[in-house]
């Protein structure tokens, strides 16, 4: 035996070592490739403009999703490429930071006072929702939300 088993456990160690940081290395490239291509902004307008409603529709939390997403089903569809970016730039931002902007509890971040959002509060104060349970079930319904 040319190596006992102290010597066989280093090298077993250092080749592990050595593979770990190469996978390591390769799956860092790949999740950078699509995190590249997730956040590309699509040429066709009309993806992008189907990606604005799905985003808005899968918030994880349902009032938020309700109000964006009725919100994006009747403004996105007609918005222009500037108009997408204001609301682009809105989606970007966390739920909880959407819902008390939009609901005026937090102020309006200087990079999103933009006339879109301006809309999107002016919307929000309308109670798109209603004021009832079955108008919020209608509202739910309506957007095709669960």
């Not at 280093?10 to 593979?19: C, M, Q, T, V, Y």
């Not at 309700?66 to 490429?81: C, E, I, K, N, Q």
């Amino acid at each position: 035996r040319l190596f006992g088993p102290t010597a066989r456990s280093a090298i077993g160690a250092r080749w592990l070592s050595d593979l770990s940081a190469e996978l390591e290395a390769r799956a860092s490239e790949r999740f950078e490739a699509m995190t590249a291509a997730h956040r590309a902004v699509p040429d066709d307008i009309a993806v992008r403009r189907k990606r604005l409603i799905y985003r808005s529709k899968q918030r994880g939390w349902l009032e938020v999703d309700l109000l964006l997403g009725t919100f994006a089903t009747d403004r996105v569809p007609r918005m222009d490429s500037e108009e997408c970016d204001q609301y682009e730039a809105i989606l970007n931002r966390e739920t909880i930071d959407i819902f008390n902007i939009i609901t005026s509890k937090d102020p309006t971040p200087p990079d999103l006072d933009t006339p879109m959002m301006a809309a999107l509060k002016a919307f929000c104060l309308s109670s798109p929702l209603g004021t009832t349970a079955d108008a919020y079930a209608d509202a739910k319904a309506h957007a095709n939300l669960t």
